[in-house]
T-cell receptor
Framework: DTGVSQDPRHKITKRGQNVTFRCDPI?????LYWYRQTLGQGPEFLTY????????KSRLLSDRFSAERPKGSFSTLEIQRTEQGDSAMYLC?????????????FGPGTRLTVL | AQKITQTQPGMFVQEKEAVTLDCTYDTSDPSYGLFWYKQPSSGEMIFLIYQGSYDQQNATEGRYSLNFQKARKSANLVISASQLGDSAMYFC???????????FGGGTRLMVKP
């Protein structure tokens, strides 16, 4: 078990550019989550997948954001036409099972800086 | 909707002493789970402890224990025998059985003094 991995760990981009982040969950986990964390705040939910199906999206996920999880394995989060307000840590988590007690395991995050 | 409130932005504790981090929550769902995560400066969220809404006993995991008071809607984290490595941000979070995501509080920064 290698844990949840995310790539890249850091990304600096200019406003208006597109960026894509990747998350590799723990292999047997069927649920995958994306959260965004701004400086000094707790993480906020963006979206979640069960297998390859995207089942829930937060209102925080504007139409510039798109997430995919082809074949129910890794996931990508793309932000188009980045804005300075998109600067944040983007956290991916995975879990197995439906119950509230199923712990979500987090990756190290991708820190995005938009200049 | 669910809400988590952590009223202590920052706290100091002397090494080897115990410390309590406060967390209150609000939900209308009868079935839910409460989590505490630790986030060191490296950024990764580390799971510490879980308490279910129907659990009769307070959860314990090593030096961590959860003081669960359901009527008061509080789920405070107690860290015994603090260590320098405990210095980090601590987040309380909740997930309801009917939902999927975790709702986090604003966090408490704990600083352990030698």
């Amino acid at each position: 078990d290698t844990g949840v991995s995310q790539d890249p760990r850091h990304k600096i981009t200019k406003r208006g550019q597109n960026v894509t982040f990747r998350c590799d969950p723990i292999s047997e986990h069927n649920r995958l989550y994306w959260y965004r964390q701004t400086l000094g705040q707790g993480p906020e939910f963006l979206t979640y997948f069960q297998n390859e199906a995207q089942l829930e999206k937060s209102r925080l996920l504007s139409d510039r954001f798109s997430a995919e999880r082809p074949k129910g394995s890794f996931s990508t989060l793309e932000i188009q036409r980045t804005e300075q307000g998109d600067s944040a840590m983007y956290l991916c988590a995975s879990s197995y099972g439906l119950a509230a007690y199923n712990e979500q395991f987090f990756g190290p995050g991708t820190r995005l800086t938009v200049l | 909707a669910q809400k988590i409130t952590q009223t202590q932005p920052g706290m100091f504790v002397q090494e080897k002493e115990a410390v309590t981090l406060d967390c209150t929550y609000d939900t209308s769902d009868p079935s839910y789970g409460l989590f505490w995560y630790k986030q060191p400066s490296s950024g990764e969220m580390i799971f510490l402890i879980y308490q279910g809404s129907y659990d009769q006993q307070n959860a314990t995991e090593g030096r961590y224990s959860l003081n669960f008071q359901k009527a008061r809607k509080s789920a405070n984290l107690v860290i015994s025998a603090s260590q320098l490595g405990d210095s980090a941000m601590y987040f309380c979070a909740m997930r309801v059985d009917a939902g999927n995501m975790l709702t986090f509080g604003g966090g408490t920064r704990l600083m352990v003094k030698p």
